[in-house]
């Protein structure tokens, strides 16, 4: 059972700790951070999307022409663009990739956010919407005829596409979300699905949901469960948490500094979206949770986003991942605090230790 492991790739230098120094695309930063993914051992990153952010789609061609192996996980918000538009946009940066595209669905976590953009649908409605989305780019990227389509949000007539994605049937689609209309959404139609950390208990607990919502959906097959860590390592377990303790400061001085908020679109109190009020409860109640789960970085941003932390030495963290590989993961979505070094270090001491264990489990099942 091989494990997949998913990074970032930032347009920036910025992070929770440092404001951006320069443009909002920096492209030789951009470069240098997917080069240092794909030179020690990671799989895939993550072009994000914000409603002020860089295009990820041109910033993720842009990195496609430049490196070899790299797989490309573009961000895409349905409210942006039409799906028949969409469909085609990332079969042609999966052309121009040789078939390194996965897309990833944000249904959008609160509303401000959405109403930056013109979005101005319910919680709900935008989980129905993306649903609908999601079927209509993946009819459009494997239908050589014509199709039609009359929905709840979208209808055309006759649409049928001439550029068509290297991979065959189509490339994965991945899709996040912690309240019971994500489960149902991403349940149907998603083949990753993605959680942010959390104890090893509620993490079994979410996928569960997300299996019963499969099959509720009428599906015989199951999607791959993605879990988001923000890694906090060093070479004594003292060291890491001394570490850990000054990253948790540093964010803690940006937020007191900026009122309250890590930016202008991100306050850290009362968020709307599920996913962030699960952070925010756990961290309620307690720092520490079972090997190496540390709950302050998520307390201090307000749960933003993959905000939970797993602190330790390299060997700590990598049996920390197995555990919840142990539980039914497929795929690790890690990023430290400073981008470029955190990339390369972790690629270099946690990767390997998982990817060890996990092909010696599989050489044991294969004789067992």
Same mark, same amino acid.
């Given at each position: ?58 910033? @993720? &061609? *842009?990195? #496609? ?8 996980? +573009?961000?895409?918000? !349905?409210?942006? /663009? ?98 019971? @209309? &994500? *489960?149902? #959404? ?8 993605? +959680?942010?950390?959390? !104890?090893?208990? /509620? ?166």
């Amino acid at each position: 059972m091989p494990v997949e492991f998913l990074g970032i790739a930032a347009t920036n230098d910025g992070s929770e700790i440092t404001a951006r120094s320069g443009a909002s695309f920096d492209q030789d930063y951009t470069l240098r951070l997917a080069r240092a993914h794909e030179e020690n051992g990671w799989d895939r990153v993550l072009f994000a999307y914000g409603s002020g952010s860089p295009d990820p789609n041109v910033a @993720a &061609a *842009y990195i #496609a022409s430049k490196t070899d192996t790299l797989q490309l996980l +573009l961000a895409h918000r !349905p409210n942006v /663009s039409y799906p028949t538009f969409a469909a085609k946009t990332f079969a042609t940066i999966d052309q121009v990739s040789g078939g390194r595209v996965t897309v990833h669905f944000i249904t959008g976590g609160t509303d401000h956010e959405q109403q930056r953009e013109g979005d101005y649908l319910t919680h709900d409605e935008r989980y129905t919407r993306t649903r609908e989305y999601m079927g209509i780019v993946k009819q459009a990227w494997t239908s050589r005829e014509p199709f039609d389509h009359d929905g709840p949000h979208y209808r055309f007539a006759d649409f049928v596409s001439d550029v068509f994605p290297v991979q065959q049937p189509r490339p994965r689609l991945s899709f996040g979300g912690s309240s019971p @209309a &994500a *489960y149902q #959404a991403g349940g149907a139609e998603a083949d990753i699905y993605c +959680l942010w950390g959390e !104890p090893l208990a /509620s993490t079994a607990e979410q996928i569960r949901s997300v299996r019963a919502a499969a099959a509720a959906a009428g599906r015989s097959d199951v999607p791959k469960i993605q879990v988001a860590f923000r890694p906090i390592i060093a070479a004594t377990e003292e060291k890491a948490w001394q570490k850990a303790h000054e990253t948790v400061g540093r964010i803690e001085e940006r937020v007191q500094a900026n009122g309250g908020a890590l930016s202008r679109r991100r306050p850290v109190k009362n968020p709307e979206n599920t996913g962030s009020q699960r952070l925010l409860a756990i961290a309620a109640e307690g720092e520490r949770f079972d090997r190496a789960l540390w709950t302050r970085t998520a307390g201090a941003t307000g749960g933003a986003g993959n905000s939970n932390a797993l602190v330790g030495t390299p060997e700590t963290v990598a049996l920390a991942i197995l555990d919840y590989i142990d539980l039914g993961v497929d795929i690790i979505s890690m990023r430290g605090y400073d981008l470029l070094t955190d990339a390369t270090e972790i690629g270099q001491q946690v990767i390997p230790l998982v990817r060890e264990e996990v092909a010696k489990r599989d050489a044991a099942a294969a004789v067992a």
